[in-house]
């Protein structure tokens, strides 16, 4: 192998067979087991000097492993001994596999289709899926999956049952192996080259067909892998070839692999963990594996080397030593992982290898113990994240001075926006889902602190700097990888270390992870320079705060699920503030976003909020933030805590009542002002009211989530899923609880399906008392990724009561916030923030300035503030501390000082008097004294209600009696809502004794100057009650709209319903702070008293003058009544005059306003047709092939599971050649006047009923056309939106004018004979043209657009074009849209029609148009006189009878008499009267029954004919068996009835005894499509409605519509013979003429004309294929099967649903003129329309002539959803309802109509 020089006897061993030398070489091996012959044969064909793809020494290789046999004998012999316990199937990216979590261990386990379906997993959870990365069989491998998972073929159990093969089987494999696999290697090292990167790929691709070969080896089975997988893990072999051998190519050889492997670099800093175990980075390769991986690494995980070391696995010990090598090279995989040219395949296939590694517990342990795997992971990742990082400009305020010394990971780096760490982390996730690898991770101190330290790179990455001039010119777009970083890198491994933390044994893991995080976090703090009591920059904003989380994580844990006290594992509260300035700038940001404050950074920024608190996020970021804001709001001085909050939020400006505050914050709008004051709120109560970190259980948890999704809106399955928030990186969380748990919660919707097309998917809509009792406002809005999703909710909310009568109130409802449940008793000091004074005081503030100031303050702050006095009376304490009372005066924002107390119900009756306020003093001011007037004058009191008596005495008791002596009297309150005036009480007020009067300077002067402050007394004069009395007044738009019910009801505890509007909620917390305290009701009782006196005073006041106001709007009121009257007067003289100029020229109108005015729905203009504007109908034109698809049989076409359908033989192919028969026997041009066509690619017309003016119609089209071509129009074809339905419309039929429909017509005669010779003149002396050219010109366009409606295939079906084809195209136009319509209705005219049948019909018109150019095209003599005089015995010439004989022309009883019944329409003038028709409907009757009695004929036996033939011979000719017995007579007189013609292709029929009523039912069979046709036509030209039927059948119904019975009749003798009606008195010799002119024909060809005979006009409804219920089999026969016209396997197989063909679908291999085959088949098999089932994807695509359409899916899983693209993998199942809309949409031809989003297909599907 190493010399091109070759050994004598390889030379002539080359010479001879392959064959021979193979045999040879096998006795050889036979003999020896190291035969010298063999090798140095081999060291000739496998030399260096050959390329290694050369066919003859791939094929020489084939031949000598084989020993003699071919190399596919010897595979199927190798198979044989197939043993492998495992599967290990090894596959690629997007081969289908499946994935059982009922039977997996690992969630990574995965099973290939065959073990599968081999396997029994009935009921199972499970799913199927495409690899993304690629993947390998786990079947038989116990530390995966569960053993009943098992398919049959794997197992432990197999190895009782193996059996080995023969030893010289595989004599010569154990002998080549070492060669084989040497000469790959020397391949590897002689293409290595650094410098040329890119030479790789083709290194790879040269070698293609070897490892190709290999890779075949591996496929054999076992036994054959175990020959190669002991040779690859042999040292021995691997030292003697590589190291051991001699010559030149060797050291050289030997030098490439030394460079290659001093190239590959690893990092740095793994020289610090030198002395680890498995941390020396010097690689010593000993086995051929080894160095298999290593060249596997270095030209970037090939997919042919990654396949096929991974293919071997299965046996154990490569495996062990597979892995080894692995984690030995995992530090330069790293380096690759960065550096490959490309990222995203090679991270594919690393994790395609360590997937399959670490999923084993115990290979996973023995990695982590004996070669620091772990310790691998972290400082490879460290490492990778170490070379990207950046400065932090974190709280950086001046960039001159550098502050900061933090650095932090560069989101914009490709390492992060590639996720070029996601295999590494993947592993480690995987690593940390074993518990013993978990456990090792926290107890080692030195990688938690290696983990620290990388977790703080990623801590306050991507910093968001607020923009405040102009807007910013590039948006940028990392922060997709900061949050991508953040949830892989940090959140997955949290999540996986806490689920193994659950027991008190791991307590002591915990508390290291706490402190570690605690540490980590300090010394983050001291890099970016934050000191105690450090105020964030404002401007700056950062989501990512993994340390944070930690420790939020991990305390949380310890709290919950270990007993830990919260106060044993807090840090210092200096420590507790820091933590808290970070998270809650989250929480400012937030509400900033929201209210627009950071528009100018673009739309990104609101991309970020949104994903913070999106499902994958939210429980690692944002439940975690508001998780330590909920420990620092425990643990901290509650008014410090609220204080910050409010600073931070920058309301302190807000809550001033200075009118120039002096508090140094961001200035903000007013309308940010009132967002920051409702975030502010909405804060609070979100920190009171979430308790996902706070002790929740995981039940109650799930099911609060769930009513959450449910509440803001109905939901699908899958839906629900996968807006669960979840733990990133554990599997299953929370998954047990989820089923049961919605079916507690909602209740399931089936999929609405709707006839116009809409479809829905099932979903799960919450059930009623999910409303009352689930639905928390404050979760939904934690969790609405969108304001519009909790408006959502309230709207939902909202509709129910109102349903439920619960609310009938016309205003809207508040949210029914909920008192938050039980939490672990170490968060109880949450609740403080309730009881401090800080918030009482706050949430005065808003009440005042929402009664007095803020007239338009929204809902929600007055909501929040409501709800949060209603839980700080819920948590009130029961003994409360108290200090002395200010007297009524309070300083300006301190807060905490205003109130007493930190009871509610104390500080609520407390009234704040006035608050000192600090205003600058101007230079005017600074001149004069400082001395303040603190005196109110009493007007300023006159817009308050002012009850507080509780200050008029210097102590701060209960109010009594005595107190309200000096109350003065009620004054108007002008400022209320709603118009309706309030009241208020004005107390004459003193300052309390030591009030400042004179002013301070903020501070004293030391050389520098300040500004001066002067204290101003700003009156107030409130309490919290008062103040929330006048705010139910205000929002009731009432005064004295509170009534106490407690008060006045004797203490009786009212509803408790939380159902109502603001004045509800207002006044359920007054009530309740009454019965909870008696001061306060005694306060709101004399508050009440008061009021009531007042309403008394002013009544007393308004009576005085009433009578005078009243009498004087008497008096205007008689002077306005007197001026109207007069005016009315002369209006009506001149009206009169008017009417009577006008009266003649409306006599002379009248007869034009009867004409029938049509809309114009372009212009408005209401007129009639006429020729001169002529308006048109709007219509859509398209080919169909629906009525081509009907069938004999009743039962569809099925699918059958081994892809054949049941023999075709549909109405299109049966007419065909039919026509074809006909063509062969008879001239041409009476061929096409026998029949019609158009069952394949007819012309089908629809209309939406509107109408347009012809001109209009032109000026709309032109217009289109100068528009931009966004819309998927083509209105160069004439194509345009109805302007009014915006319905697809292709052309305008004109309405024929009134006067041109009443053309001069014969008199009806009762004479048939003379009405015979009128209808025969009427076809002569037919008007043709309608009197108007523009009429004739508009009628010629429509005649072009329906030609061009269909493909030029269908147009004709002979070599000639002459009239009688154009006229067998224009009859079958009528003939296709009457069946369509019969269709629609059902197939029978004596039923009401389904719903979906539409009453817009366009048939008439389209009639005029056709008929036109039906007589155009017969204007020579009509060769319709001739047929009508053969028909009924009467010519124009005046024989009594016709018996011409037709020379080539088609016989009569072998026409199709609903054709010529439509011929004969479009002959006639459509003006004609109703006798006429029914006239001609009863000639051609005749015509049908003889036909009929005809084909019967041909049914009887010899024996039946002849009794039938003798017993007519004694009854009149009248009766049916005097007629068919004359039949019989005289087709007797050919060879019509020899028993001889059944062997020669005739169809043989029902050999069954034929009774006289059999016959007649037969008979009538045959006769109504015949009547339907008829009974269609009269309906349309007359107008005559179908009634419905009363019992009778519907041959009698339809023969009673037509006139051939005068009545119905119920007699039980009753036959189709009564309708007989001749038009000669001696109709026998008109049926012999018939049967004659046939017999003619007979004699010539027999065969022929009992086959042209034999002709069933009865079909059964078009239907799509019959469907597999389960989709599955579906997909497991067509996914691989190969197309019959390219003979390989489609990339998206498909098939039709109307013939159920199996195509290619965009893929041009089958493509026909460069239409591909889908296009192709839509036009062939349905006219221009096609319905394909995409097997890959589940869905429908319907081609609509250059259109296409996803339709939807027929599959839904068994929550009623689409699983489009095979996405979830679930079971999908045949919707039955689905699958009949699609049809009926078929059908009915509504696509272009139903479905909205079409694209142009340009022949490409």
């Given amino acids: 192998m190493a010399s091109s020089e070759m050994p004598s006897g390889s030379v002539a061993l080359s010479k001879r067979s392959k064959r021979s030398v193979a045999t040879y070489f096998k006795g050889e091996c036979g003999k020896q087991c190291n035969p010298q012959k063999l090798h140095d044969f081999l060291e000739h064909i496998l030399s260096s000097a050959r390329p290694i793809d050369e066919f003859e020494t791939i094929d020489w290789c084939k031949w000598l492993i084989a020993g003699g046999s071919t190399f596919d004998e010897f595979s199927k012999i190798v198979r044989q001994y197939d043993n492998a316990i495992t599967c290990g199937l090894v596959w690629t990216a997007n081969f289908v596999a499946y994935r059982c979590r009922t039977c997996g261990v690992s969630p990574c386990m995965s099973l290939c289709s065959d073990c599968f379906q081999a396997g029994n997993h009935e009921g199972h959870d499970f799913n199927m899926f495409r690899s993304q990365a690629g993947g390998a069989c786990d079947c038989g491998d116990v530390s995966v999956m569960n053993p009943s998972g098992f398919c049959r073929r794997h197992g432990p159990d197999r190895q009782h049952h193996m059996v080995h093969p023969p030893g010289d089987i595989m004599a010569n494999a154990e002998a080549m192996m070492p060669q084989i696999f040497l000469r790959l290697l020397y391949h590897l090292r002689d293409n290595c080259k650094p410098e040329m990167r890119n030479s790789y790929v083709?290194?790879?691709?040269?070698?293609?067909?070897?490892?190709?070969?290999?890779?075949?080896?591996?496929?054999?089975?076992?036994?054959?892998?175990?020959?190669?997988?002991?040779?690859?893990?042999?040292?021995?072999?691997?030292?003697?070839?590589?190291?051991?051998?001699?010559?030149?190519?060797?050291?050289?050889?030997?030098?490439?692999?030394?460079?290659?492997?001093?190239?590959?670099?690893?990092?740095?800093?793994?020289?610090?963990?030198?002395?680890?175990?498995?941390?020396?980075?010097?690689?010593?390769?000993?086995?051929?594996?080894?160095?298999?991986?290593?060249?596997?690494?270095?030209?970037?995980?090939?997919?042919?080397?990654?396949?096929?070391?991974?293919?071997?696995?299965?046996?154990?010990?490569?495996?062990?030593?597979?892995?080894?090598?692995?984690?030995?090279?995992?530090?330069?995989?790293?380096?690759?992982?960065?550096?490959?040219?490309?990222?995203?395949?090679?991270?594919?296939?690393?994790?395609?290898?360590?997937?399959?590694?670490?999923?084993?517990?115990?290979?996973?342990?023995?990695?982590?113990?004996?070669?620091?795997?772990?310790?691998?992971?972290?400082?490879?990742?460290?490492?990778?994240?170490?070379?990207?990082?950046?400065?932090?400009?974190?709280?950086?305020?001046?960039?001159?001075?550098?502050?900061?010394?933090?650095?932090?990971?560069?989101?914009?780096?490709?390492?992060?926006?590639?996720?070029?760490?996601?295999?590494?982390?993947?592993?480690?996730?995987?690593?940390?889902?074993?518990?013993?690898?978990?456990?090792?991770?926290?107890?080692?101190?030195?990688?938690?602190?290696?983990?620290?330290?990388?977790?703080?790179?990623?801590?306050?990455?991507?910093?968001?700097?607020?923009?405040?001039?102009?807007?910013?010119?590039?948006?940028?777009?990392?922060?997709?990888?900061?949050?991508?970083?953040?949830?892989?890198?940090?959140?997955?491994?949290?999540?996986?270390?806490?689920?193994?933390?659950?027991?008190?044994?791991?307590?002591?893991?915990?508390?290291?992870?706490?402190?570690?995080?605690?540490?980590?976090?300090?010394?983050?703090?001291?890099?970016?320079?934050?000191?105690?009591?450090?105020?964030?920059?404002?401007?700056?904003?950062?989501?990512?705060?993994?340390?944070?989380?930690?420790?939020?994580?991990?305390?949380?844990?310890?709290?919950?699920?270990?007993?830990?006290?919260?106060?044993?594992?807090?840090?210092?509260?200096?420590?507790?503030?820091?933590?808290?300035?970070?998270?809650?700038?989250?929480?400012?940001?937030?509400?900033?976003?929201?209210?627009?404050?950071?528009?100018?950074?673009?739309?990104?920024?609101?991309?970020?909020?949104?994903?913070?608190?999106?499902?994958?996020?939210?429980?690692?970021?944002?439940?975690?933030?508001?998780?330590?804001?909920?420990?620092?709001?425990?643990?901290?001085?509650?008014?410090?805590?609220?204080?910050?909050?409010?600073?931070?939020?920058?309301?302190?400006?807000?809550?001033?009542?200075?009118?120039?505050?002096?508090?140094?914050?961001?200035?903000?709008?007013?309308?940010?002002?009132?967002?920051?004051?409702?975030?502010?709120?909405?804060?609070?109560?979100?920190?009171?009211?979430?308790?996902?970190?706070?002790?929740?259980?995981?039940?109650?948890?799930?099911?609060?989530?769930?009513?959450?999704?449910?509440?803001m809106g109905d939901r699908q399955h899958s839906q629900l899923q996968d807006l669960m928030p979840e733990k990133s990186g554990v599997s299953g969380h929370g998954k047990e609880y989820f089923e049961?748990?919605?079916?507690?919660?909602?209740?399931?919707?089936?999929?609405?399906?709707?006839?116009?097309?809409?479809?829905?998917?099932?979903?799960?809509?919450?059930?009623?008392?999910?409303?009352?009792?689930?639905?928390?406002?404050?979760?939904?809005?934690?969790?609405?990724?969108?304001?519009?999703?909790?408006?959502?909710?309230?709207?939902?909310?909202?509709?129910?009561?109102?349903?439920?009568?619960?609310?009938?109130?016309?205003?809207?409802?508040?949210?029914?916030?909920?008192?938050?449940?039980?939490?672990?008793?170490?968060?109880?000091?949450?609740?403080?923030?309730?009881?401090?004074?800080?918030?009482?005081?706050?949430?005065?503030?808003?009440?005042?300035?929402?009664?007095?100031?803020?007239?338009?303050?929204?809902?929600?702050?007055?909501?929040?503030?409501?709800?949060?006095?209603?839980?700080?009376?819920?948590?009130?304490?029961?003994?409360?501390?108290?200090r002395v009372h200010s007297q009524g005066t309070v300083n300006d924002g301190q807060f905490h000082r205003w109130f007493s107390s930190s009871d509610i119900k104390q500080n609520a009756r407390e009234t704040i008097h006035e608050i000192v306020v600090q205003n600058p003093v101007s230079e005017?001011?600074?001149?004069?004294?400082?001395?303040?007037?603190?005196?109110?004058?009493?007007?300023?009191?006159?817009?308050?209600?002012?009850?507080?008596?509780?200050?008029?005495?210097?102590?701060?008791?209960?109010?009594?009696?005595?107190?309200?002596?000096?109350?003065?009297?009620?004054?108007?309150?002008?400022?209320?809502?709603?118009?309706?005036?309030?009241?208020?009480?004005?107390?004459?007020?003193?300052?309390?004794?030591?009030?400042?009067?004179?002013?301070?300077?903020?501070?004293?002067?030391?050389?520098?100057?300040?500004?001066?402050?002067?204290?101003?007394?700003?009156?107030?004069?409130?309490?919290?009650?008062?103040?929330?009395?006048?705010?139910?007044?205000?929002?009731?738009?009432?005064?004295?709209?509170?009534?106490?019910?407690?008060?006045?009801?004797?203490?009786?505890?009212?509803?408790?319903?939380?159902?109502?509007?603001?004045?509800?909620?207002?006044?359920?917390?007054?009530?309740?702070?009454?019965?909870?305290?008696?001061?306060?009701?005694?306060?709101?009782?004399?508050?009440?008293?008061?009021?009531?006196?007042?309403?008394?005073?002013?009544?007393?006041?308004?009576?005085?003058?009433?009578?005078?106001?009243?009498?004087?709007?008497?008096?205007?009121?008689?002077?306005?009544?007197?001026?109207?009257?007069?005016?009315?007067?002369?209006?009506?003289?001149?009206?009169?005059?008017?009417?009577?100029?006008?009266?003649?020229?409306?006599?002379?109108?009248?007869?034009?306003?009867?004409?029938?005015?049509?809309?114009?729905?372009?212009?408005?203009?209401?007129?009639?047709?006429?020729?001169?504007?002529?308006?048109?109908?709007?219509?859509?034109?398209?080919?169909?092939?629906?009525?081509?698809?009907?069938?004999?049989?009743?039962?569809?076409?099925?699918?059958?599971?081994?892809?054949?359908?049941?023999?075709?033989?549909?109405?299109?192919?049966?007419?065909?050649?039919?026509?074809?028969?006909?063509?062969?026997?008879?001239?041409?041009?009476?061929?096409?006047?026998?029949?019609?066509?158009?069952?394949?690619?007819?012309?089908?017309?629809?209309?939406?009923?509107?109408?347009?003016?012809?001109?209009?119609?032109?000026?709309?089209?032109?217009?289109?056309?100068?528009?931009?071509?966004?819309?998927?129009?083509?209105?160069?074809?004439?194509?345009?939106?109805?302007?009014?339905?915006?319905?697809?419309?292709?052309?305008?039929?004109?309405?024929?004018?009134?006067?041109?429909?009443?053309?001069?017509?014969?008199?009806?005669s009762p004479d048939p004979h003379q009405m015979a010779f009128d209808l025969a003149e009427l076809m002569v002396k037919r008007p043709i043209t309608p009197g108007s050219a523009n009429l004739t010109k508009a009628m010629g366009s429509v005649m072009e657009d329906l030609t061009n409606s269909t493909h030029s295939a269908y147009k004709t079906y002979t070599m000639s074009h002459g009239s009688e084809c154009v006229l067998l195209f224009v009859c079958s136009v009528a003939r296709t849209n009457l069946e369509v319509e019969l269709l629609q209705r059902g197939g029978t005219l004596d039923k009401p029609p389904p719903s979906i049948f539409t009453k817009k019909n366009c048939f008439l018109p389209m009639l005029h148009v056709l008929s036109l150019h039906s007589k155009l095209l017969t204007m020579r003599p009509t060769p319709y006189t001739d047929l009508w005089a053969h028909i009924t015995g009467v010519s124009l010439t005046g024989d009594s009878t016709s018996v011409t004989k037709y020379q080539k022309n088609v016989p009569l009883l072998l026409k199709d008499v609903t054709a010529l019944l439509i011929q004969f329409i479009l002959t006639l003038p459509i003006s004609m009267e109703t006798e006429h028709f029914d006239f001609l409907v009863q000639m051609l009757y005749n015509v049908v029954y003889v036909q009929a009695l005809a084909v019967m004929s041909c049914k009887f036996t010899s024996e039946e004919r002849e009794a039938w033939r003798k017993k007519g011979q004694k009854v009149p000719f009248e009766t049916m068996d005097g007629i068919l017995s004359h039949i019989i007579t005289r087709l007797s007189l050919s060879r019509l009835f020899d028993d001889a013609d059944k062997e020669k292709g005739v169809s043989a029929f029902c050999q069954s005894v034929w009774s006289p009523q059999s016959v007649e039912d037969a008979i009538e069979e045959f006769v109504l499509p015949f009547l339907r046709i008829a009974a269609l036509l009269k309906h349309h030209l007359f107008g005559i409605e179908f009634s419905p039927s009363e019992g009778s059948s519907e041959f009698q119904y339809l023969a009673v519509y037509l006139g051939l019975l005068s009545a119905p009749t119920t007699q039980r003798d009753l036959n189709a013979m009564i309708c007989m009606r001749w038009a000669v008195p001696n109709p026998i010799k008109l049926t012999q003429a018939w049967c004659t002119d046939y017999l003619n024909f007979v004699s010539i060809n027999f065969v022929d004309g009992k086959s042209l005979l034999l002709v069933k006009p009865m079909w059964n409804g078009p239907h799509l294929i019959i469907l597999p219920d389960q989709y599955y089999r579906i997909f497991q026969r067509f996914r691989s099967q190969k197309c019959e016209v390219c003979n390989k396997p489609p990339r998206d197989p498909t098939i039709c649903l109307i013939c159920g063909d199996f195509l290619c679908f965009r893929d041009s291999c089958c493509r026909q003129n460069m239409v591909y085959e889908c296009v192709q088949h839509s036009v062939t098999c349905g006219g221009g329309t096609g319905i394909f089932l995409l097997i890959n994807s589940s869905v429908i695509v319907v081609i609509r002539g250059p259109r296409a359409t996803l339709w939807g899916s027929i599959y839904l899983d068994e929550h009623g959803e689409e699983d489009r693209d095979l996405k979830r993998g679930k079971p999908l199942f045949l919707s039955k309802e689905r699958y009949e809309l699609l049809e009926t949409q078929w059908r009915s031809h509504n696509f272009d109509h139903v479905c909205k989003k079409w694209i142009w297909h340009r022949d490409r599907l």
């Fill in 202 to 711: 083709v290194t790879m691709m040269d070698a293609e067909q070897y490892m190709g070969f290999i890779q075949g080896l591996s496929d054999m089975g076992a036994a054959m892998r175990n020959v190669m997988a002991s040779m690859l893990t042999n040292t021995g072999i691997y030292k003697k070839l590589t190291q051991d051998r001699p010559g030149d190519y060797c050291k050289t050889s030997q030098e490439n692999y030394t460079s290659a492997l001093q190239s590959m670099p690893y990092p740095d800093s793994f020289e610090k963990h030198q002395d680890k175990p498995g941390l020396q980075q010097a690689l010593c390769h000993e086995t051929f594996v080894e160095e298999l991986v290593f060249w596997t690494v270095k030209y970037e995980f090939p997919q042919k080397m990654v396949t096929l070391l991974l293919s071997l696995l299965p046996h154990d010990g490569y495996k062990n030593c597979f892995t080894k090598a692995f984690v030995q090279h995992y530090s330069r995989i790293s380096i690759v992982l960065v550096n490959a040219l490309d990222r995203v395949t090679v991270a594919n296939r690393v994790v395609h290898v360590s997937v399959q590694l670490f999923s084993n517990e115990a290979l996973a342990t023995k990695m982590a113990d004996e070669y620091n795997l772990l310790y691998t992971l972290v400082l490879s990742l460290t490492n990778m994240i170490e070379n990207i990082r950046v400065g932090s400009a974190l709280e950086e305020t001046d960039p001159m001075q550098v502050n900061n010394f933090h650095s932090v990971a560069d989101c914009s780096h490709d390492v992060m926006k590639s996720h070029c760490y996601w295999p590494i982390i993947s592993d480690f996730i995987n690593m940390l889902s074993h518990r013993k690898i978990a456990l090792r991770f926290l107890k080692d101190e030195e990688l938690v602190t290696r983990w620290m330290d990388l977790l703080a790179y990623l801590q306050g990455m991507n910093l968001n700097q607020r923009v405040l001039t102009q807007h910013v010119e590039f948006e940028s777009d990392t922060y997709y990888a900061a949050f991508s970083a953040e949830l892989e890198i940090s959140a997955s491994p949290m999540w996986s270390l806490l689920s193994h933390c659950s027991g008190q044994e791991n307590s002591y893991h915990i508390l290291r992870m706490i402190a570690a995080a605690q540490i980590a976090l300090q010394d983050w703090f001291t890099a970016i320079n934050c000191k105690n009591n450090m105020k964030p920059n404002p401007y700056q904003l950062t989501f990512h705060l993994p340390l944070h989380r930690y420790l939020a994580a991990f305390m949380m844990t310890a709290v919950k699920n270990l007993d830990i006290k919260l106060t044993d594992i807090l840090p210092e509260d200096v420590a507790l503030k820091k933590i808290m300035i970070h998270v809650l700038q989250i929480q400012v940001s937030l509400a900033q976003i929201y209210a627009g404050m950071w528009v100018r950074n673009g739309i990104q920024i609101k991309g970020q909020a949104m994903t913070y608190v999106q499902c994958h996020f939210c429980y690692s970021m944002a439940d975690a933030d508001l998780y330590l804001l909920q420990v620092c709001g425990s643990q901290l001085d509650p008014d410090y805590f609220v204080k910050t909050i409010l600073e931070r939020f920058h309301l302190l400006n807000w809550l001033s009542f200075s009118s120039k505050p002096s508090h140094l914050s961001i200035h903000l709008e007013p309308s940010h002002e009132t967002a920051m004051l409702e975030g502010a709120l909405a804060l609070l109560s979100t920190l009171l009211g979430i308790r996902t970190y706070l002790g929740i259980g995981d039940k109650e948890l799930v099911r609060l989530e769930m009513a959450s999704l449910l509440c």
């Fill in 924 to 1308: 005017t001011e600074e001149a004069d004294s400082c001395t303040v007037n603190v005196d109110m004058d009493t007007s300023t009191l006159e817009e308050m209600f002012q009850l507080a008596p509780s200050t008029a005495s210097s102590h701060g008791g209960p109010i009594t009696a005595s107190h309200l002596s000096g109350i003065p009297s009620m004054m108007s309150l002008p400022g209320s809502s709603g118009g309706s005036p309030t009241y208020a009480l004005a107390l004459p007020t003193s300052h309390p004794p030591g009030s400042p009067t004179q002013v301070k300077p903020k501070y004293e002067s030391r050389g520098v100057v300040t500004e001066q402050f002067h204290s101003t007394p700003y009156p107030v004069n409130e309490n919290l009650i008062t103040l929330l009395v006048k705010l139910h007044n205000k929002l009731s738009g009432k005064s004295n709209s509170y009534a106490c019910s407690t008060c006045e009801g004797g203490g009786a505890k009212p509803s408790e319903a939380a159902v109502g509007d603001g004045p509800f909620y207002v006044g359920r917390f007054l009530d309740r702070l009454c019965r909870q305290s008696s001061e306060c009701a005694k306060l709101v009782s004399e508050i009440a008293a008061t009021r009531q006196q007042k309403e008394k005073d002013k009544k007393q006041g308004q009576t005085v003058n009433q009578e005078e106001r009243r009498k004087k709007a008497w008096e205007r009121q008689q002077k306005l009544m007197a001026e109207f009257a007069s005016k009315q007067k002369a209006f009506m003289e001149q009206a009169m005059e008017e009417e009577e100029d006008a009266s003649e020229e409306t006599t002379q109108e009248k007869s034009k306003s009867e004409e029938k005015l049509l809309d114009c729905v372009i212009c408005g203009q209401s007129t009639p047709s006429t020729g001169d504007s002529p308006v048109g109908l709007v219509v859509f034109l398209q080919s169909s092939s629906v009525l081509g698809h009907r069938l004999r049989s009743e039962k569809p076409r099925v699918l059958l599971e081994d892809g054949s359908q049941l023999p075709k033989a549909p109405c299109a192919t049966f007419y065909k050649k039919h026509l074809e028969t006909l063509l062969k026997n008879f001239e041409e041009g009476s061929c096409q006047m026998s029949l019609n066509i158009g069952w394949e690619g007819g012309v089908v017309v629809q209309t939406c009923g509107h109408y347009l003016h012809l001109t209009c119609h032109g000026s709309y089209l032109e217009s289109l056309k100068t528009q931009n071509p966004t819309e998927n129009l083509s209105v160069n074809k004439g194509e345009y939106w109805c302007p009014l339905c915006r319905q697809l419309s292709n052309s305008v039929i004109p309405v024929v004018p009134d006067e041109n429909k009443f053309t001069l017509v014969k008199p009806v």
């Fill in 740 to 882: 049961s748990t919605l079916k507690e919660l909602a209740d399931y919707k089936a999929p609405v399906f709707e006839a116009g097309g809409g479809m829905q998917q099932g979903t799960y809509v919450p059930k009623a008392f999910l409303w009352d009792t689930e639905y928390d406002p404050i979760h939904v809005s934690l969790r609405a990724i969108y304001k519009r999703d909790q408006q959502a909710a309230l709207d939902r909310y909202t509709e129910h009561i109102r349903q439920t009568g619960k609310y009938q109130k016309k205003t809207s409802p508040w949210p029914p916030f909920k008192i938050p449940g039980h939490v672990n008793s170490s968060y109880k000091g949450l609740y403080k923030i309730l009881n401090c004074r800080t918030i009482q005081a706050f949430l005065f503030t808003i009440l005042y300035k929402a009664v007095h100031k803020e007239l338009n303050l929204p809902d929600s702050v007055l909501y929040y503030t409501i709800h949060l006095l209603d839980l700080s009376l819920h948590f009130s304490p029961s003994h409360s501390t108290k």
